[in-house]
């Protein structure tokens, strides 16, 4: 399903994720509180097939600067456990090369709570970011600026916004084509992007991150 490394980087299985959670100040504590993950076809984001949830940590998570805006005990109450929707993620995710901006974190938290999940790969579009672009910031919602693509982000996510999960999971589903436009000068194979974007799948062999979360506004 996911796609041979000489075909065209834009008919492999690809799909954009984006986790919010409560903090790396959890540690191994850490819960996921909302996921949102964007199907690619032909390279561009599909919508219309796009899935995102709000889900119950199942214990209080206070008021915090770090956290995602609008997520507050009240909004999580009533959503499910992510327990209830393992099933919903292992037909969107496995057998697909998942895709994000720094990656490695989201997987990371992900792979901790359902190890069950198998997907291809990861895909990074912060990796490539890094080999193209130099004195500018590489965060998400600042290169979605510089590259000019907030407005196409506002219109294809109208109910989400910047730091929540589907806004950031769909700018990142923009993201990757303008890079890879910027990278070849024609059309990549899979094997071409996998080799300048890849990150390993084993949790192991990712560079951690230690460092406390910061506030997001």
Known sequence: MSGS??????????????????????????????????PLVA???DMPTSYTTLINPGRPIGAHPWLSPGLTDATLRHAPA???IERHLADRINARYLVGHNVSVDWRLLHRQLPALRPAGLI???RLAKALTTGHSRALTALIHQLGLTGRVNAAAP?????????????????????????????????ELLAEAALPLSPEKQPTATAPQPALF
């Open 159 to 191: 109910d989400s916004q910047p730091h929540r999960a589907l806004w950031d999971t769909t700018a990142t589903a923009l993201l990757l084509p303008e890079l890879v436009t910027r990278r070849w000068p024609t059309a990549p194979t899979l094997g």
């Open 43 to 45: 390279g561009l984001p």
């Open 82 to 84: 992510l327990a209830d």
């Open 5 to 38: 490394p000489s075909d065209p980087w834009t008919t492999a299985s690809l799909v954009v994720i984006d986790l919010e959670g409560t903090g790396a100040q959890d540690r191994d504590d850490e819960a996921i509180l909302e996921i949102a993950l964007v």
């Open 124 to 126: 990074d579009t912060l």
